[in-house]
């Protein structure tokens, strides 16, 4: 993917949460505008503290945009599914 496929696709308006699904499998839940920062050839994931409201980050990760192969929206059944499952962790 290229970054202004990633940053058009990240910037449209209103904003709603999305997952980026790498090629190994891993998953990044993007739940906030901030939590999502695109470079050159790679975008930078911020990873929210469990528990917390408000934007506290725990850590960031460097993920290959040449590895992403989709983006898939979240929607708010999915969401809910996933706080549930944050806070019995």
Do not use: N
Request: charged share 35%; proline share 2%.
């Amino acid at each position: 993917m290229l970054a202004d496929e990633f940053t058009s696709f990240v910037r449209r308006r209103p904003f709603r949460p999305y997952r980026i699904v790498m090629s190994d499998g891993q998953a990044y839940d993007i739940f906030h505008t901030d939590f999502a920062l695109v470079l050159f050839d790679s975008v930078i994931v911020f990873s929210q503290k469990k528990d917390r409201e408000q934007l506290d980050f725990e850590r960031s990760t460097l993920v290959s945009l040449t590895h992403v192969v989709r983006i898939e929206l979240i929607d708010a059944d999915d969401r809910a599914a996933i706080k549930r499952k944050r806070r019995k962790k």
